[in-house]
């Protein structure tokens, strides 16, 4: 029962590099999220998607890219890291339902230095 | 958009304590769900509740759609209750959830 599966866990970069974080559920969730949690705050919104080829940009979008190709996979892509993209990085699934839906379920994060 | 407010900010409970963590937020909501980060980072979803009351063993929910404000109750608090606890809605626009600050929560053995 893997749920959401995040990888990598942890990872350092340098300013202007470039990765993708990599997200998967195997819980048929239409619904995925990417969201950002930095040091004592609430999580923020990167982007969402509702369905297959369908996204959508939450909170804070800027510096950050997400394609959704299949249900189980949501990659979230950072093209030119900068320092302010240090954060722990956690994406999340549910159930379609009213507005946002079923509760979300979330993975276990990727820790991400920029230095 | 949305404004969440959590309260209180800190808490210490003696293990065995009861407590009450609210969540207020400042205009209608489609759903609101409560999450428990545990010290190692992880997300646990507590309740998925938009309104009326929820209870799970010693944790209850309670939100109040109309007044705007949700409360949830720990009853004889255990030392694995310790982390950060959230509180997140989603507005009648739809999908972009907003965290609040959270609730750091310590209970001492």
């Known amino acids: 029962n893997a749920g959401v599966t995040q990888t990598p866990k942890f990872r350092i970069l340098k300013i202007g590099q470039s990765m993708t974080l990599q997200c998967t559920q195997d819980?048929?969730?239409?619904?995925m999220y990417w969201y950002r949690q930095d040091p004592g705050m609430g999580l923020k919104l990167i982007y969402y998607?509702?369905?297959?080829?369908?996204?959508d940009k939450g909170e804070v979008p800027n510096g950050y890219n997400v394609s959704r190709s299949t249900t189980e996979d949501f990659p979230l892509r950072l093209e030119l890291a900068a320092p302010s993209q240090t954060s722990v990085y956690f994406c999340?699934?549910?159930?379609?339902?009213?507005?946002?839906?079923?509760?979300?379920?979330f993975g276990d994060g990727t820790r991400l230095s920029i230095l | 958009g949305i404004q969440v407010e959590q309260s209180p900010p800190d808490l210490i409970l003696q293990e065995g304590a009861n407590s009450t963590l609210r969540c207020n937020f400042s205009d209608s909501v489609n759903n609101l769900q409560w999450f428990h980060q545990n010290p190692w980072g992880q997300l646990i979803n507590l309740f998925y509740i938009p309104s009326g009351t929820k209870q799970n063993g010693r944790l209850s929910a309670t939100t109040v759609a109309t007044e705007r404000y949700s409360l949830l109750y720990i009853s004889s608090s255990q030392t694995t209750d310790s982390g950060v606890y959230f509180c997140?809605?989603?507005?009648?626009?739809?999908?972009?959830?907003?965290f609040g600050a959270g609730t750091r929560l310590f209970v001492k053995a």
């Open positions: 998607s509702v369905g297959a080829g369908i996204t």
């Open positions: 999340a699934s549910s159930y379609p339902g009213q507005g946002a839906g079923q509760p979300q379920h």
């Open positions: 819980m048929n969730h239409n619904y």
């Open positions: 997140a809605v989603e507005g009648s626009m739809g999908f972009k959830t907003i």
